[in-house]
């Protein structure tokens, strides 16, 4: 009976620190974070703007590009400081809820454009130039966001669990450098192949990847202050251990 009860004693014990990590690992799960929307909010609002943008190919100092890449190098940035701080479980669920509003923007404008005009003063002309986005135009965007975004996410995620948590800076540069990678190359190659000269698309891509790595380093500092910011006042920093990395797993 005495070896019973010790025995139970035991057991008890050595379930208790899996217990103890458990409640912790749910509490932070269920914990509600002050600035986890806003941050959200104002990653997919970039996404969104800059697709509209990217209708315009424009020409800056030695680089050209589409519109949208002065804004759209800042959509990695919010999304760097994302997974840095919430985990890549968390911005998986931003990413689709981006990829959603993205594919909605789309077939509104889609819409629109296809409804009836009035016999003057409808300006169908003036909204179809701006923002008649094509098949095309929606399937280059949607694929390259959802490759590029993701990449991103799982390198950072990876580099900060191999670095322990240091050279944050390494880790937002590097997974920019795959993710803006591929983001560049398949939204440029599908949505302007056959429209645009080889050369003029070759030298998009490359302005496109230069311009966009090089306001992630420039970038840096801010990304150190916000990150910093957002850990000491959210009282989160996750490390994606144990994570399932499956872009398809939401729960």
């Known amino acids: 009976m005495l070896f019973i009860s010790f025995h139970t004693f035991l057991t008890k014990l050595n379930q208790k620190p899996m217990s103890v990590i458990d409640s912790v690992q749910e509490k932070l799960h269920l914990k509600e974070f002050k600035y986890f929307v ?3 909010v104002i990653f997919v609002s970039i996404l969104l703007i800059s697709n509209v943008a990217s209708s315009k190919i424009v020409s800056l100092w030695l680089f050209d590009f589409d ?6 190098p800042l959509s990695y ?3 760097d400081i994302l997974t840095e701080v ?18 909605l923007m789309a077939l509104v404008f889609m819409g629109v454009i296809a409804l009836p005009e009035v016999a003057e003063g409808g300006n169908g002309e003036a909204f179809k130039a701006v923002l008649g986005l094509t098949p095309r135009i929606v399937l280059a965007s949607v694929l390259a966001y959802s490759v590029g975004e993701f990449s991103n996410s799982y390198v950072l995620a990876k580099m900060k669990v191999w670095m322990n948590g240091k050279m944050l800076w390494a880790r ?7 993710g803006e990678g591929f983001d560049t190359a398949i939204f440029v ?5 056959g429209v645009l000269p080889n050369d003029l698309l070759v030298a998009i891509i490359i302005s496109n990847y230069i311009f966009k790595v090089g306001i992630e380093v420039l970038f840096t500092p801010v990304t150190y202050a916000i990150v910093g910011f957002l850990k000491r006042n959210e009282g989160v920093d ?9 872009p398809f797993k939401l729960n």
């Open 238 to 246: 996750v490390y994606d251990r144990d994570t399932n990395f499956n």
């Open 77 to 79: 940035i919010f999304g």
């Open 86 to 103: 919430y985990g890549y479980k968390r911005v998986r669920k931003v990413i689709w809820i981006g990829f959603a509003m993205n594919v």
């Open 67 to 72: 519109g949208g890449t002065l804004l759209f």
């Open 38 to 40: 806003y941050i959200a």
């Open 189 to 193: 190659t599908i949505a302007f192949y």
């Open 172 to 178: 937002t540069i590097g997974s920019t450098l795959i």
